[in-house]
């Protein structure tokens, strides 16, 4: 997992506390009582931004369904909803009993609007008509947050106390549990269901985050009465988790701490794919984008990064490793990029002129090299044959089922010590230690580290222990805790 950091918005005045995307716009609110919506494009302001009408913080804003209207709440007691065509209010919904509102969410249907109070009240709008609808009350805290299963069968809240609650739209409480010892901070739906292995009956997976620094992964099953299961615990933070979001597709889940952090981890198996350490101060909101691979972030900081999942300019050995297992497929392009990445440009015409693709790539021997490439120089050649064994390592290593996140980056073995660089990535603690011995950049990213720090990745040693014991072939490489 690649993070590139492509944007950094400071126009808010205060601590910035919700982010949230449509498919064109991002909108971010602030402490300083505004909300403001820039372009994808260009991220450039709207006309109409900032949005003015609430006359304390803003805590919380979120897109309708169909993305013509954005909703946000404050600790005025209002949650407003603005006409996304020209920023103008189409309604401002007076929460019942006045207290300061603190999260909102649109239903997946559009037909209804949720917002969820200090005082420990939940109200459902009715969004057609703009009224309102129904309400509950949970039995103890402030709600601080919530989300609709994809579906739109039920939703859940999350309460300063602890406790998640589960409803319906007759507000008819279904579920309730403690989830995070010290307060829930934020939860998300993932909106691609998954097959519970027990039942085998399809179910939607939902995270939450809270005060005791550990973000929880669940699966709600909603065939035969709701039953909510806690699936795995992810730990990494140091301090409180304030946000969480999953990505379009499930795989990946992002959180935002109070350690000024942002973790990426595998959906999958809870491992940490990358962190972020860019914010000065807490990280109080993060959002992915649903139709591009897009993060933003906001923090006490009064900034929003925007930062690009994936692959990027800059990385292009990153990208190559990690399409590593289908080198045959590359084109010729691709191994000149790669020749670029691994700071072989004084062939890359030799490689050109003969039409190397990624199949004759990997045919390549020294005496090729020598003969046919004309390529004199011995240490160049040795250089040359030692990064195509690394790639072929990775093909061995790829093609024999090994999760990648479980493999070095630099010797595609699987790891035994894994720490975490300043890069956000894990490697082989002797492999890094050798690697940054001599050059201090990232393996990963080729850019330079920021400082030499190696912290060891438990949370990773922990998911490679469980994968290995599934695994009779790989018994002897145990990793020692």
Known sequence: MMAELIRTLSDHID?????????????????????????????????????????????????????????????????????????????????????????????????????????????LWNVSLMKFFRSGLVKDGSLVACAFSPDGSVFITGSSSGDITAWDDNMRCLYNEKAHDLGVTCCDFSQQPVIDKKSGNECFQMASCGQDNEVRLWLVLCERGLEVQCKVTLSGHTAPVLSCAFSSDGQMVVSGSVDKSVIIF????????????????????????????????????????????????????????????????????????????????????????????????????????????????????????????????????????IPEEYLCPITWEIMKDPVIASDGYSYEKRAIESWISTRRTSPMTNLPLENLLLTPNRTLKMALNRWLDTRPDHKDDQVIT
Request: glycine residues 6%; proline residues 2%; hydrophobic residues 35%.
């Open 15 to 123: 601590d910035v506390n919700s982010c949230a995307f449509s498919d064109s716009l991002l909108a971010t609110c602030s402490l300083d009582k505004t909300i403001r919506v820039y372009f994808l494009s260009d991220y450039n302001e709207v006309s109409f931004s900032p949005l003015r009408g609430h006359t304390y913080a803003v805590h919380c804003c979120c897109f309708s369904p169909g993305q013509t209207m954005l909703a946000s709440c404050s600790t005025d007691g209002r949650t407003i909803v603005w006409n996304m065509c020209n920023g103008q209010i189409m309604a401002s919904l007076e929460h019942p009993s006045c207290s300061p509102v603190r999260v909102c969410r649109f239903s997946p249907s559009n037909m209804y609007l949720v917002s969820g109070a200090a005082d420990g009240s939940v109200v």
């Open 266 to 401: 595998s959906a999958t198996n809870g491992c940490i794919l990358h962190i972020l350490t860019h914010h000065t101060r807490y990280v109080t909101a993060c959002a992915l984008a649903s139709n591009q691979p897009l993060l933003a972030v906001g923090s006490m900081d009064k900034t929003v990064t925007i930062w690009k999942l994936g692959s990027s300019s800059q990385s292009t050995v990153g990208r190559l490793k990690r399409t590593g297992a289908h080198i045959e497929n590359w084109t010729e392009k691709d191994v000149r990029n790669w020749l670029s990445a691994e700071g072989l440009d004084e062939v890359e015409q030799q490689f050109s002129s003969n039409n190397i693709d990624g199949k004759e790539l990997l045919d390549l021997t020294k005496d090729t090299l020598l003969n046919d490439l004309k390529i004199e120089s011995l240490g160049l050649r040795n250089k040359i044959m030692r990064k195509i064994e690394e790639l072929r390592s990775k093909m061995k290593a790829t093609s024999s089922n």
